[in-house]
């Protein structure tokens, strides 16, 4: 079902922040308080109440390791400039809590905490329990509440929404955990099928994760680089275990990283999904699909909701966006891809506000929020399923050629590859831009760059003659050879744009000095429509590593996260395979060894084969979407 909704019941933005400002203050009033848990520590939560005493109000809270910040009773949250205004518009009392051990709360701070199914005595916490006590305090001590509660958080927030959800307390009667962390060794910021996401956990973790032995409104100094350009500094930095150096003995949870390098009891235990049977609130998981940190999360919280907990009232929302872009002000656009629309304004108003304002308020009929509700990229349209990948959707596999073509039928030659040669010393970027912290825009990022390197193979259809439309995961299944004994692989899937494409949107400021609206040539782009890497060591378990034998020809399959995409007619669909992905990625030393251990004398050129014959025919497994 494709949804043609209008912008017309978006809320009207003529207000200024001032006057929504002003409008807080003088109906809202702000309280601080610890509130207890069952083991005696006192967890810091700031309280904006309103003043209206005339109905009950709805309670919707977030926990969060970020800091309930400002600190003190006369210091306030700017939430003029955020779509969090129209709640407070809407007489909703908001929370926010520091989580156990971090900013002002007390306590111990643990990295997703795993979530406790056998909880015996008040001394097995977990933040469940934790979620479990404070919704019992806030329904029981603040004046004027429903009775009613919502949780809702992004990104790490968004982990302590699902643990929120097996809370299992009466009055949380609906939960959205948006952009979660949910498995930081399968997916999410760390790791990628056991790949080590090094830019983003070190420029994340070198300051997060700095010890906070006292409460504290002090937030941890970051680490000094002595350049702008992050290729040259992780390059040179060299082996993760020079990285892990520069932290010394004072972050605990980068040496724990370091210690266990495969999907061991360590990790499974911090998998959120276990806590995600017999849910009872209703669910509604948001998400990004171009979100460069917790895509993964989304997708398989949702997924581990279907599949775990199958009478919970469960539903997933996924739009064109960056981490967090839809509780922005401005979904219009990533990079240089237009959507056509403010995603963001529409899902504000039209999914995530009629959600809580039917549970929570009892506003409205209960919402017709089909189980996905998912935009698609390309056709820049929303569509609602009642399953997903929708049953629409059919794998079709399409195959490698050896004259760098896509096809749809298979291979028929014999003893037939293509090769290049891995080089650690000159990693394929992930990006051609020079800057140092990870940009959101390289989920979009024009991929000529990388085209035009002999260490990437690009393989490409025909020009369309119609639409494509992807919905689902993509698998790539690869047959390979290596000279050496270990190698990552990237597939990426791309959109290639017609030479002559050129961009108008439909409601530009016009050019100045003319009537006429400007264009932007985007002849030949290729867009990045999804990426994922795998650790060729884990081709077999994630738990037990192997080796590969060098010459043996061997398959490497994987998923690529969830693509909603439309190819249009005149497009072209392009795979490209390459073995590093830096500095995004840590580097392959390809050869078998630890590599959180590896010395820099390890790492080594590698010749790589990529099959494509008919007794081994390569392949990507597309959900071709036939409406």
């Keep these: 079902m494709t949804l043609l909704f209008s912008l017309g019941s978006i809320f009207a933005r003529s207000q200024g922040t001032a006057q929504d400002s002003a409008w807080i203050r003088q ?18 939560t700031s309280v904006y109440l309103p003043k209206d005493s005339t109905s009950k109000h709805p309670i919707l809270m977030t926990r969060s390791p970020y800091s309930c910040a400002p600190y003190g009773a006369d210091k306030w949250r700017n939430f003029a400039t955020s779509y969090v205004r129209y709640y407070l518009r809407a007489g909703y009392i908001i929370v926010t809590q520091d989580v156990r051990g971090r900013w002002m709360s007390e306590g111990q701070f643990e990295d997703v905490r795993p979530f406790n199914k056998d909880k ?8 469940a ?37 097996a809370s299992a307390h009466p009055a949380l009667k609906a939960v959205s955990p948006q952009a979660p962390v949910t498995d930081w060794f399968m997916g999410d910021d760390f790791h990628h099928n056991g790949a080590f996401f090094q830019m983003d956990g070190w420029a994340f973790y070198s300051s997060f994760g700095k010890p906070r032995p006292t409460p504290t409104t002090v937030g941890p100094s970051g680490f000094s680089y002595s350049t702008h350009d992050n290729y ?27 210690q266990h390098p495969n999907y061991d009891s360590w990790w499974q235990a911090r998998n959120a999904r276990v806590a995600l049977h017999d849910i009872k609130p209703a669910m509604m998981v948001v998400g990004g699909l171009y979100d460069a940190e917790d895509c993964f999360g989304a997708w398989h919280v949702y997924k581990a909701l279907k599949e775990q907990s199958p009478a919970t009232n469960s539903h997933i929302v996924m739009g064109p966006w960056y981490h967090g872009e839809w509780a922005s002000n401005d979904g219009t656009h990533l990079g240089n891809v237009q959507w056509g629309s403010n995603t963001s304004w529409w899902y504000q108003n039209n999914i995530e506000m009629p959600f809580f304002n039917y549970y929570l ?54 003893s037939d590859f293509s090769e290049y ?20 825009e390289y989920m979009t990022d024009d991929q000529r760059f990388a085209s035009r390197r002999p260490d990437v193979l690009s393989f490409q259809t025909p020009v369309l003659q119609e639409d494509l439309t992807l919905a689902g995961p993509v698998v790539a299944d690869l047959l390979v050879s290596l000279s050496s004994t270990d190698a990552d692989f990237i597939v990426k899937v791309i959109d290639v744009f017609p030479d002559d494409f050129s961009y108008t949107p439909e409601a530009p400021v016009p050019a100045r000095g003319h009537d006429n609206p400007p264009t932007y040539p985007m002849g030949g782009y290729q867009m990045l429509v999804h990426a994922e890497v795998m650790r060729g060591r884990f081709r077999q378990s994630f738990e037990n590593p192997v080796a590969f034998k060098p010459g043996k020809i061997e398959e ?72």
């Design 232 to 258: 040259k500094w992780y390059l040179e930095t060299g082996a993760l275990k020079n990285i892990l150096r520069l932290t010394g003995d004072s972050i605990a949870f980068w040496k724990d990283l370091y």
């Design 129 to 165: 329990s934790d979620t479990y006590d404070a919704i019992d305090w806030l329904v029981k001590n603040l004046p004027g509440n429903n009775g009613r509660v919502g949780i809702f958080g992004i990104s790490y927030p968004g982990f302590y929404s699902t643990m929120a959800a």
């Design 556 to 627: 490497v399959k994987w998923a690529v996260p969830d693509v909603a995409h439309t190819f249009k007619k005149g497009h072209r669909l392009m795979i490209q395979i390459q073995s590093s992905w830096f500095p995004l990625v840590d580097r392959n030393p390809q050869k078998f060894v630890n590599i959180y251990t590896a010395d820099d004398s390890d790492f080594t050129k590698e010749t790589i084969k990529v099959w494509h014959d008919a007794d081994h025919p390569s392949k990507i497994i597309l959900p071709v979407y036939k409406n």
């Design 421 to 440: 040669i891995s080089d650690p010393a000159h990693p394929v970027p992930y990006t051609e831009d020079v800057h140092f912290f990870r940009t959101r």
């Design 361 to 414: 308020k009892g506003e409205g009929t209960e919402p017709k929020l089909a189980a996905a509700t998912v935009f698609f990229s390309g056709a820049n349209e929303w569509h609602q399923f009642d399953q997903w990948p929708p049953k629409q959707s059919q794998d079709q596999p399409i195959y490698l050629q050896s004259d760098t073509a896509l096809s749809w039928t298979a291979p028929t030659k014999k």
């Design 27 to 44: 109906n809202y009033y702000k309280m601080e308080t610890y509130i207890p848990m069952r083991d005696g520590i006192k967890l810091f």
């Design 120 to 127: 015996k005595s008040n001394t097995d916490i977990d933040e």
